[in-house]
């Protein structure tokens, strides 16, 4: 190649750079306006298990009928199953056209193109509700999903190719509750963290990469129940809320570090949240609210009462305050640390779903499907914005609502109601 020629080539790689640099700048600079900082919601109640996104720059207010909606996916088949989301990608559980299997599907999560689905094992049968209930889980390269009969899966994200595969049934002796298994897996390095139910294994721990035990618990209540299982630190522990105990779990090895008894009947649900030293457990069927203060491995309890009593659609914990729903009361601000009322509101909307994004609680009602944006400040509740999801699922069990949880994630709102996937642009312009 002659000197020119090489010239010529250089210069033109240079601008060419140069073009992608402005491009990218541009590209970022427009994001920037755009929607601010973005965040993935790769698990149950987000990155850090409390319903909290760090995004900013989203929508302050609504229009008269609410975001802008960008796509539906309307064949997701029945179940409860929340999304979870990274890297583009959205994976998520439902059914089969002919409600016999339970599926996992990946979606791209900007467009909710249909990327690949893989089938988990037979379909969950319940009154309430056929199909599964828990939000699969990303890592890496993998997704980790329970289905609603105990089939724990280990798929490859991009593919969806099953890397392995157990039975929480089958594989540990566990007892799968009424309403079928709803927890959430939890991975915390290595280790896959789950609740089988069975007597020597109320709770193990298994290798991430290929499903081996590395742990199992067997000293605490065995029945499995609903709520999914968070870490604390100081010093690392599992936190488990079962029917009658909150226990804390040594990290490596499951032996009990403590144990705080709870009023729990029928069914617990709801997540416990963590912040500042402090548990905060609830459930609904009358059991009421907790508070726990854990410091040096030990856990003591800090008051019990019925102020609070949320029967699955979550509290969070924001500045020193619980925000949620509560049976008989309605929605409301808790004082974290004294357990009294900071206010509430009981005919705005009904009993529903709630999680936060920047200043904002995402309300979503269970049973008309009213969303709402309501002001997250111990002033009182204050609107911003309602729109009703339509279409609303004509399969939807008689006895079931509208009870999978919101998720904003990248400068969307994802709802869903069995069969209907919705995706909202909530991003400020």
């Given at each position: 190649m002659s000197r020119l020629a090489w010239m010529l080539l250089a210069v033109g790689s240079?601008?060419?750079?140069?073009?992608?640099?402005?491009?990218?700048?541009?590209?970022?600079?427009?994001t920037s306006r755009r929607g601010g900082a973005k965040a993935d919601w790769p698990q149950?109640?987000?990155?850090?298990?409390?319903?909290?996104?760090?995004?900013?720059?989203?929508?302050?207010?609504w229009p008269d009928r609410g975001p802008v909606r960008r796509w539906l996916v309307e064949d997701l088949g029945k179940g409860y199953s929340g999304p979870a989301i990274a890297e583009g990608r959205l994976y998520i559980m439902g059914t089969d056209g002919q409600f016999k299997n339970e599926l996992l599907f990946c979606f791209n999560a900007e467009t909710g193109r249909k990327l690949w689905s893989v089938p988990i094992g037979e379909m969950l049968q319940?009154?309430?509700?056929?199909?599964?209930?828990?939000?699969?889980?990303?890592?890496?390269?993998?997704?980790?999903?329970?289905g609603g009969q105990g089939v724990l899966l280990c798929v490859d994200?991009?593919?969806?190719?099953?890397?392995?595969?157990?039975?929480?049934?089958?594989?540990?002796?566990?007892?799968?509750?009424?309403?079928?298994?709803?927890?959430?897996?939890?991975?915390?390095?290595?280790?896959?963290?789950c609740s089988p139910g069975a007597g020597d294994a109320a709770v193990v721990a298994l290798n991430k990469h290929t499903g081996a035990t590395i742990w199992s618990c067997g000293e605490m209540e065995?029945?499995?129940?609903?709520?999914?299982?968070?870490?604390?630190?100081?010093?690392p522990t599992y936190v488990k809320l079962t029917v009658s105990e909150v226990v804390g779990l040594d990290t490596q090895t499951g032996d009990v570090r403590w144990r705080v008894e709870f009023p729990g009947r029928t069914a617990v649900i709801p997540t416990p949240v963590y912040g500042d030293g402090h548990i905060f457990v609830t459930a609904g069927y009358g059991a009421g609210c907790k508070l726990i203060r854990v410091e040096g491995g030990r856990a003591k309890e800090v008051y019990a009462n019925k102020n609070m009593k949320n029967h699955h659609g979550g509290v969070l914990l924001l500045d020193g305050r619980i925000y949620g729903y509560s049976d008989g009361g309605g929605w409301m601000c808790l004082d974290l640390q004294s357990g009294d009322i900071v206010w509430k509101e009981r005919k705005a909307l009904p009993k529903g779903a709630v999680?936060?994004?920047?200043?904002?609680?995402?309300?979503?009602?269970?049973?008309?499907?009213?969303?709402?944006?309501?002001?997250?400040?111990?002033?009182?509740?204050?609107?911003?914005?309602?729109?009703?999801?339509?279409?609303?699922?004509?399969?939807?069990?008689p006895s079931g609502r509208i009870w999978t949880h919101p998720v904003v994630s990248n400068g969307k709102l994802y709802l869903r109601d069995q069969e209907y996937l919705y995706c909202y642009d909530v991003a400020a312009p």
């Open positions: 240079i601008l060419s750079c140069g073009f992608v640099a402005c491009a990218a700048d541009r590209e970022r600079d427009a149950w109640r987000g990155p850090r298990r409390d319903d909290i996104s760090g995004e900013t720059g989203l929508l302050k207010k319940n009154r309430w509700g056929d199909g599964p209930r828990a939000t699969p889980t990303i890592d890496g390269d993998r997704v980790y999903t329970l994200a991009a593919s969806g190719k099953t890397i392995w595969k157990k039975h929480l049934v089958e594989d540990f002796g566990g007892r799968r509750p009424n309403w079928g298994y709803t927890e959430s897996v939890l991975i915390d390095g290595e280790q896959l963290v065995k029945a499995v129940h609903y709520s999914s299982i968070i870490r604390i630190e100081s010093p999680t936060y994004a920047d200043g904002r609680l995402y309300c979503l009602g269970e049973r008309r499907g009213t969303v709402v944006l309501a002001g997250a400040s111990p002033d009182g509740w204050k609107e911003f914005g309602r729109f009703v999801l339509e279409p609303q699922s004509k399969i939807r069990s």
